[in-house]
């Protein structure tokens, strides 16, 4: 089969995904929790400001125009449920809205999202691979990889919907009612989706080899936190060798887990970069192994490509399986 049938195959299963998404109880409340969300946003408002930094100064100043101190009067109030809730500001407005983005981000999205969202698709490709499912489309003369591809990068795709329309649509209704743009917190998108789509791909590989959306659903989240434990213990090590304690531990268990910290993906590495890019440090203290990636800022990089390098490993290898699989 040419390339261009190839490529017509993917989109068709793209737009078939698209269909079959939208046919999903699942996604409509994914959509109906992120309009929630909007909502709440939309409730937030900020009035007057604890400190402020004037042009050119390096000193805060209070709300009275004086040197803040910390006791200084007239404190700003930030409120949410249009008001219902009111707490004093701890800064300036920009911080106060801020620190409401990094908690949507790292926990709203970054955490209970991402695992709503391989809950949710966790059960496309194992449905669409039963014999009397795909029995149809297998008997054509069409490669059974361009329909795993098709299959992957539309979910994958959808994903990238409610993630944009999570973030944009806070971003947006944090905008409208506090007037403050920031536009790194939209820097969140695409990080979001690279993790959504290195989790996602051993759900993948394992709806070809089990054909059972359980197991996708229990495999996928035990990776998540296989990978952390060895991303974060691997950081931990490093930390310790710089600083010229590093533990006794056994050579083979030192190889072992250095090895599955380049070959496994690194959700810790990648929540670096979130937090690097939101400027989460303004109000978070990251922990000493997490600030250990500092000094070697090109293992940044390196840890997106291997666990990219990763999902496609697994991609490929789903494909060569499911192209000897008999229906």
């Given at each position: 089969m040419n390339s261009p049938t190839a490529v017509l195959v993917v989109r068709c299963m793209i737009r078939d995904t698209v269909r079959q998404s939208l046919a999903s109880r699942a996604f409509w409340l994914l959509l109906g929790l992120s309009g929630l969300c909007i909502l709440l946003c939309l409730s937030v408002g900020v009035e007057g400001a604890t400190t402020v930094r004037p042009p050119g100064e390096i000193e805060l100043f209070g709300a009275d125009h004086q040197p803040y101190t910390g006791?200084?009067?007239?404190?700003?109030?930030?409120?949410?449920?249009?008001?219902a809730v009111r707490?004093?500001?701890?800064?300036?407005?920009?911080?106060?809205?801020?620190?409401?983005?990094?908690?949507?981000?790292?926990?709203?999205?970054?955490?209970?999202?991402?695992?709503?969202?391989?809950?949710?698709?966790?059960?496309?490709?194992?449905?669409?691979?039963?014999?009397?499912?795909?029995?149809?489309?297998?008997?054509?003369?069409?490669?059974?990889?361009?329909?795993?591809?098709?299959?992957?990068?539309?979910?994958?795709?959808?994903?990238?919907?409610?993630?944009?329309?999570?973030?944009?649509g806070t971003w947006a209704a944090l905008g409208l009612r506090t007037g403050i743009w920031r536009v790194d917190y939209l820097a969140s998108i695409p990080l979001l989706v690279v993790e959504f789509a290195v989790l996602y791909s051993f759900s993948a590989a394992l709806a070809v080899w089990t054909r059972s959306t359980v197991a996708c659903v229990v495999g996928s989240l035990l990776l998540w936190g296989l990978c952390s434990a060895v991303n974060f213990h691997r950081l931990a090590a490093v930390l310790q060798a710089e600083n010229g304690n590093a533990a006794a531990a056994s050579p083979v268990a030192d190889a072992l887990f250095e090895a599955g910290y380049w070959v496994l993906p690194k959700p810790v590495d990648l929540e670096r970069i979130s937090q690097e890019t939101?400027?989460?440090?303004?109000?978070?203290?990251?922990?000493?192994?997490?600030?250990?990636?500092?000094?070697?800022?090109?293992?940044?990089?390196?840890?997106?490509?291997t666990s990219l390098l990763f999902a496609a490993a697994l991609l490929a290898a789903a494909a060569l399986r499911l192209a000897k699989m008999d229906y």
């Amino acid at each position: 089969m040419n390339s261009p049938t190839a490529v017509l195959v993917v989109r068709c299963m793209i737009r078939d995904t698209v269909r079959q998404s939208l046919a999903s109880r699942a996604f409509w409340l994914l959509l109906g929790l992120s309009g929630l969300c909007i909502l709440l946003c939309l409730s937030v408002g900020v009035e007057g400001a604890t400190t402020v930094r004037p042009p050119g100064e390096i000193e805060l100043f209070g709300a009275d125009h004086q040197p803040y101190t910390g006791l200084n009067q007239g404190r700003g109030v930030l409120s949410l449920g249009f008001g219902a809730v009111r707490v004093e500001q701890w800064r300036d407005p920009n911080s106060s809205v801020h620190f409401l983005q990094i908690l949507l981000v790292m926990i709203a999205a970054g955490a209970v999202g991402m695992l709503l969202l391989l809950l949710w698709a966790s059960g496309f490709l194992p449905e669409f691979l039963q014999p009397q499912a795909a029995s149809v489309l297998l008997t054509k003369p069409i490669p059974r990889w361009a329909l795993l591809a098709g299959k992957f990068l539309g979910v994958v795709g959808f994903a990238a919907i409610q993630i944009a329309i999570f973030v944009a649509g806070t971003w947006a209704a944090l905008g409208l009612r506090t007037g403050i743009w920031r536009v790194d917190y939209l820097a969140s998108i695409p990080l979001l989706v690279v993790e959504f789509a290195v989790l996602y791909s051993f759900s993948a590989a394992l709806a070809v080899w089990t054909r059972s959306t359980v197991a996708c659903v229990v495999g996928s989240l035990l990776l998540w936190g296989l990978c952390s434990a060895v991303n974060f213990h691997r950081l931990a090590a490093v930390l310790q060798a710089e600083n010229g304690n590093a533990a006794a531990a056994s050579p083979v268990a030192d190889a072992l887990f250095e090895a599955g910290y380049w070959v496994l993906p690194k959700p810790v590495d990648l929540e670096r970069i979130s937090q690097e890019t939101l400027r989460t440090d303004r109000h978070f203290r990251p922990l000493p192994e997490v600030r250990a990636l500092e000094s070697n800022r090109s293992n940044l990089a390196l840890s997106v490509l291997t666990s990219l390098l990763f999902a496609a490993a697994l991609l490929a290898a789903a494909a060569l399986r499911l192209a000897k699989m008999d229906y």
